[in-house]
């Protein structure tokens, strides 16, 4: 059963501080690699869409919006951790020049964003929205700055529905993602929040009834690597 844990500010923003040494070596390992595969996946799904404009939330160290800029779109990055942003700052330094402009990023709050109505075509969020204190606030900004017709797509963690996937699932997820994570980023707070975030945030259907009762439409989830990850769609109406 879970409980309520604190999503405030200053903390989640302290965590995120306290790993960006190691957060990229770490997505890697502990997802063995698949982290890619579902960024990939979340790519192949707004392009056909064709967005010029996207921003990119809880973009952390960049990986989302590095791969929306390799496709072509224009990406403005937004977090509240300044250490996780100077790393993306510094792998978007290395991208080789191209006809479409470098991302861009800024220190900012979901639930503040700091853009004008209608500025975006496209709005992701890559394992970030699980951890905002204000979700409510927060889709209601993405809803003000995405443009009519825009799409919200959210990679989040989840549980897999199959009842020997879910076993294994979290046999590794409770038990060897944060002893791993602790011995690696030396941060006895951060491996250990993840499973507990996961376990409170709404899952499947749940969560597109949230999308939905914030004003999208057409809210719905593909699930990846068995329910391990889930990509939720929709669209401002």
Known sequence: MSHHISKERSRISAMFNGIAASYDFLNHLLSLGIDKYWRRVLIREIKAKDPEKALDIATGTGDIAISLYKAGI???????????????????????????PKPVFHIASADDLPYESQSFQLVTIGFGIRNFENREGALQEIYRVLTPGGELAILEFAEPENRIWRGLYRF?????????????SKDMEAYAYLPESVNEFPKYKNFCNELENAGFKNAKYRSLTGGITLLYTAVKS
């Open 74 to 100: 224009s990406v403005t990055g937004a977090d509240i951790a300044e250490k996780m942003v100077d790393i993306a700052r510094e792998k978007c330094n290395k991208l080789v020049e191209s006809s479409t």
């Open 172 to 184: 590794y997820f409770h038990n060897i993602l944060p002893i791993l994570g602790r011995l690696i």
